[in-house]
């Protein structure tokens, strides 16, 4: 299926491509798949769940390093208004964590796990160690990766619909306002590309691409088994 993140002249598709074999193990996880037909674990989901709302106060803030990073009003402005969208998505994560009959008490008391610190903490190492190019590259598996896992989920014919607790989870990162969200983030690692972007610069955000990747998976491992 073609997406609108496969245009091959695109930076972020580029480095999306130098790690194929990642990407593809990121976005067909067992984890991923278990949503797809409705068979992942119920207490694999919730504590996926409580861990992504810890995940996004990170995120949030990584975002709003971009604003610091940034040397334009343009991409300030493009970067506050991701920091706003991640504090209001929170609230949204919040009632849904309670239609799975969990309270903000429950999901802000539980620890943070080692694979969720080891992802945060590597964007914004990135995003202080080099420019706003590498921050957004870092941040870019999982502001991308989710809507292209969520519109496969929706277009595949395979996908459990009917009966399946997690199709509104699909629905939500397959739906219009996350694409457009994540069509966005290519859009600005492009525009970013055009005054920061050169060959000698390929290899490392390819790395730093490929690790984000890599702490994806890890992070779908960690909701699988259920670890901290």
Not at 124 to 134: Q, T
Not at 148 to 177: M, V
Not at 185 to 193: R, Y
Request: aromatic share 12%.
């Amino acid at each position: 299926m073609t997406t609108p993140f496969d245009n091959p002249d695109t930076l972020y598709c580029k480095m999306k491509t130098a790690c194929a074999d990642d990407w593809y193990s990121y976005c067909h996880h067992e984890f991923v798949q278990g949503i797809a037909d409705g068979s992942l674990p119920l207490e694999s989901f919730k504590h996926y769940l409580q861990q992504d709302y810890l995940f996004l106060i990170h995120f949030s803030r990584a975002y709003a390093l971009a604003v610091y990073k940034a040397d334009n009003l343009e991409d300030m402005r493009v970067a506050s208004g991701s920091v706003a969208g991640i504090l209001s998505e929170m609230n949204l994560h919040l009632e849904y964590c309670a239609e799975w009959g969990m309270t903000e008490q429950d999901v802000v008391s539980q620890p943070e796990a080692r694979a969720n610190m080891a992802y945060t903490r590597y964007v914004l190492e990135r995003g202080m160690a080099g420019d706003i190019l590498d921050l957004q590259t870092a941040l870019s598996p999982c502001s991308v990766g989710y809507a292209e896992i969520g519109l496969r989920l929706i277009s595949d014919p395979a996908t459990q619909k009917e009966g399946n607790p997690y199709w509104k989870w699909i629905q939500t990162y397959g739906g219009d306002e996350f694409v457009q969200g994540a069509i966005k983030q290519v859009e600005a690692i492009e525009k970013l590309a055009a005054s920061r972007f050169s060959e000698g610069r390929m290899e490392s955000l390819c790395r730093t691409f490929r690790e984000a990747t890599r702490l994806e998976i890890g992070f779908w491992d960690m909701g699988l088994n259920r670890t901290f």
